[in-house]
Nanobody
């Protein structure tokens, strides 16, 4: 059974940082593009960032560009299937449940193209 399990969320003050992880098990995602999405209460899920299976290409939502950095163990040639996102300069509007996702196709900002999803990890930005 395929599982994606996120971790690293928490409560952080504005301007703070967190590093979220997404561990894959049940199969190798070495040829899968992966992405982070988030959903705030009362809002639709939105694309945050994505990375190609090789790690050579990334994409970010405009609202997080320059503050968030996506990376993966796959891109470094490691066998562990772990996806990361470093989130800096956090703002209250970054408060959301952050989920990772995987697709055998090229990455996209459209969530419907992803086959596997994690359960999410909550990030709350508040003073």
């Amino acid at each position: 059974q395929v599982q994606l399990v996120e971790s690293g969320g928490g409560l952080v003050q504005p301007g703070g940082s967190l590093r979220l992880s997404c561990a894959a098990s049940g199969r190798t995602f070495s040829r899968y593009a992966m992405a982070w999405f988030r959903q705030a209460p009362g809002k639709e899920r939105e694309f945050v960032a994505a990375i190609s299976w090789s790690g050579n290409s990334t994409d970010y939502a405009g609202s997080v560009k320059g503050r968030f950095t996506i990376s993966s163990d796959n891109a470094r040639g490691n066998v562990n299937d772990t996806l990361y996102i470093q989130i800096n300069s956090l703002k209250p509007e970054d408060t959301a449940d952050y989920c990772c996702a995987a697709t055998p196709d090229s990455y996209t900002a459209y969530g419907g193209r992803y086959d596997y999803w994690g359960q999410g990890t909550q990030v709350t930005v508040s003073s």
